[in-house]
């Protein structure tokens, strides 16, 4: 049983120590134990949404990393010597070997754990006793205080453990404590009770709210300045943890708020006010230039592994020195951009906007609903002019153009998806994205295809590898030209299949959604 008790609860707790029923008695357990937990999990809530919660608990024996499913049952623990106490924020791949990080790696991925709650606990015990003075059952009082995301007291928390072989007799105690006054079922963990207190939610992310919610009629004007002012939202909330240099995510997600702000600009600036959007496009191509190296970077690292896994003329080995230099590279970028981030520039831009943006006003009478059917289907037909044009003789370019293209077709569609249908919408973007997928692992294996090279023409320069590293890379290269033309042999088909006609219909349909 579960239970939370009203206010302070010593009226309740005296009446249990105190009165019996049926034949039951209560005896103090000892005295009350302090536990300090800290509730770990990713900024994006990873852990929560596949049902898992992880916390550390310090309390009077050795400290630990427990981890549970959502109805409480443990499901791994890891004991932790005070003086290795792990600091976080930390990568999964930083956590003690053993079977709670092989739990929790796969689920949190390449995103940091941090402390998303943190409380301290006096934490009581009574005994059940039958009428032969027997243990049947033992009730944990948690009385809890949150200490972190904001201060707040939670009502006793009662947890009844039957003792093995008194099962039945356990019920009539939780019967007992049922019928008390001020003592109501509990619902949800504990760490949903702190949220509960502190008047929050897990779950939510800050500056990940859901997608910007339309009305048709809304005119076009107010309408973007609200979706731009959810992104600049994304990009701020994103922000310290890049410039802390948490996990890569943080960089990446601020990344997507700065290009998709990027794309409304050009493509949908014309429904702001005269002279916004040409006032703030270059700062915000400033923005995206500036966090390109790390970002770049940052993929050849995620992606290292896979690249040495295939090697067979060369060991990984043999490619340290590649990866030493990748690291000092990532290192170099990083600083200039947490310097780019700390800025005034950078500063005066964030403030600027969000008042340029609050200050927009309706333009004529363009409704957000006609915004998107005029903005969509441009794109649609530029990506499907771009494509059509594209030949087995056509360079990289060609191929780079239509990526282009088709990002900004996504970026609409997605920017305006409450107009939509849900079930049109996702499989529009579905059958976009599949194209995407193709047209991206061209992509990158030819961008990467020629850092690599620049980067080995360095290493070369400086006498910072040897033969097997060079040849190592090249090898990798080679890979990469192999991955390169894999997509192109599948790019005909992708988009045959993007500009067939039913894939049209669905794309041109979306338009008409939303003037539904």
């Not at 067979?312 to 947490?338: K, N």
């Not at 990469?480 to 033309?485: G, M, N, V």
Request: charged share 20%; aromatic share 6%.
């Amino acid at each position: 049983m579960l239970g939370e008790v009203a206010g302070a609860g010593s009226h309740v707790l005296r009446a249990l120590a105190a009165t019996g029923s049926d034949g039951l008695g209560w005896a103090n357990g000892g005295s009350a134990r302090t536990i300090r937990r800290t509730w770990l999990d990713t900024f994006d809530w990873r852990l929560y949404r596949a049902g898992l919660t992880l916390q550390q608990v310090i309390g009077s024996g050795q400290p630990q990393l427990l981890l549970t499913d959502s109805g409480g049952a443990v499901l791994a623990v890891e004991r932790l010597a005070a003086a290795s106490r792990p600091r976080w924020p930390r990568l999964a791949a930083q956590l003690p070997a053993g079977p709670l990080q092989a739990a929790v790696a796969p689920v949190v991925g390449v995103r940091a754990l941090l402390p998303v709650a943190r409380a301290i606990s006096k934490v009581g015990e009574l005994q059940a006793l039958n009428e032969d003075a027997k243990t049947i059952a033992r009730l944990a009082v948690d009385r809890m205080a949150v200490t972190y995301p904001a201060r707040a007291s939670v009502p006793a928390r009662l947890t009844l453990v039957p003792v093995r072989g008194y099962q039945g007799q356990a019920g009539k105690v939780d019967r007992a404590i049922g019928t008390l006054p001020g003592v109501s079922a509990g619902h949800g963990s504990a760490l949903e009770a702190a949220f509960a207190a502190a008047g929050l939610r897990p779950g939510d992310q800050p500056g990940k709210s859901a997608a910007v919610r339309l009305a048709p009629e809304q005119p076009a004007a107010t309408a973007l300045a609200a979706i731009l002012t959810a992104l600049l939202d994304s990009m701020e909330a994103n922000l310290p943890g890049t410039v802390r240099d948490i996990d890569t995510e943080f960089l990446h997600d601020l990344r997507v708020a700065v290009r998709w702000t990027r794309s409304a600009l050009k493509l949908c600036g014309d429904a702001l006010p005269a002279g916004l959007a040409v006032e703030f496009r270059p700062e915000f191509r400033w923005l995206g230039d500036l966090t390109t190296p790390t970002r770049d970077l940052d993929v050849f690292l995620l992606g290292y592994e896979r690249m040495t896994s295939r090697l067979v003329g060369a060991s990984p080995a043999d490619l340290i020195p590649f990866r030493d230099y990748l690291a000092a590279s990532r290192t170099a970028a990083y600083h200039q951009l947490a310097a780019g981030l700390r800025s005034a520039r950078f500063g005066r831009l964030r403030s600027n906007w969000r008042a340029a943006l609050a200050g927009v006003r309706p333009v004529g009478r363009l409704t957000v609903a006609e915004l998107a059917d005029i903005k969509i289907a441009a794109a649609h037909r530029g990506a499907l002019r771009t494509g059509r044009k594209i030949t087995a003789s056509s360079p990289p370019e060609s191929l780079h153009d239509l990526r282009k293209r088709c990002k900004e077709l996504r970026y609409l569609v997605e920017m305006f998806g409450s107009l939509h249908d849900p079930a049109r919408l996702s499989t529009a973007v579905r059958e976009l994205k599949a194209l995407q997928d193709c047209l991206g692992e061209f992509q990158d294996a030819q961008v990467q295809r020629a850092e690599i090279a620049s980067m080995a023409a360095q290493l070369l320069d400086t006498r910072s590898a040897s033969a097997p590293t060079l040849l190592g890379m090249g090898e990798i290269v080679a890979g990469l030209a192999a991955r390169q033309s894999r997509a192109r042999a599948q790019f005909d088909g992708r988009f045959a299949a993007f500009a067939g006609p039913g894939s049209r219909a669905r794309m041109g349909g979306l338009a008409r959604t939303s003037r539904a």
